[in-house]
């Protein structure tokens, strides 16, 4: 009887477990841009938005997720300005933690579906039991948790390479990225919001899209 309680408890934890689990990773998405329909050969630069970050082996991390990105898609990286198309800047930022209130769901079978049973059997053993009709786990409430996230902002802009050799700056590729969760380590979520920011690209122009990485990035 003891173990058959104790096995009803863990297949109540583990479905309990995971019915709060979420989808994949989401970010909300919006390009703005006047790139041309060909973009193969397109030559460009790379920059950081902030000299400090570029200064960074963290930055060049994350710059060679870009890089590999962009020339996927047909984009050829140069090493000097004067040798380019277009200047991309790159930019992320993690801002301070906020609280924030969650109802989550609890599952288990359902208690107004359920008969008792007992008797005794021939060999004058006793037993008593529950009957569940249900037919498997439903919501039975929720619980009210709160947790911290984090706003996470990952932007890529590109210039007209001739307007920013003459100390000016026209803009051809608007890229934003924001998600909200809670992790607050760059590592493991501008990796991700780089992915998302390459979904389709350079996607609709002035269209705020929801992303959901249903898997990682490969490596």
């Known amino acids: 009887m003891v173990r058959a309680v104790a096995r009803s408890f863990l297949v109540f934890l583990a479905v309990m477990l995971g019915g709060c689990a979420g989808p994949g990773f989401v970010a909300e998405v919006t ?29 060049a991390t994350y710059a060679s997720r870009v890089v590999d990105a962009l020339e996927a898609r047909g984009f050829r990286q140069v090493a000097r300005v004067e040798d380019s198309d277009v200047v991309v800047r790159l930019d992320y930022a993690i801002g301070p933690g906020t609280a924030e209130s969650i109802a989550r769901p609890v599952y288990g079978y359902d208690p107004s579906r ?87 690209f350079p996607g609709p122009n002035g269209v705020t899209r929801t992303i959901i990485l249903d898997s990682l990035p490969p490596e």
């Open 114 to 200: 359920v008969t008792h049973v007992s008797g005794v059997t021939r060999s004058g053993e006793r037993f008593s039991a529950r009957i569940y009709e249900s037919g498997g786990h439903v919501p039975l409430g929720y619980v009210n948790e709160t947790r911290i996230v984090y706003r996470r902002t990952l932007i890529l802009d590109m210039f007209e390479a001739a307007q920013w050799r003459r100390g000016r700056t026209k803009k051809v590729f608007e890229g934003r990225v924001i998600s909200i969760g809670p992790e607050a380590e760059p590592a493991r979520v501008i990796p991700l919001m780089i992915h998302a920011l390459f979904v389709d």
């Open 31 to 59: 390009q703005f841009h006047t790139l041309p329909e060909r973009i193969e050969g397109t030559r460009f630069v790379l920059v950081p938005a902030d000299e400090a970050k570029g200064d960074t082996l963290e930055f």
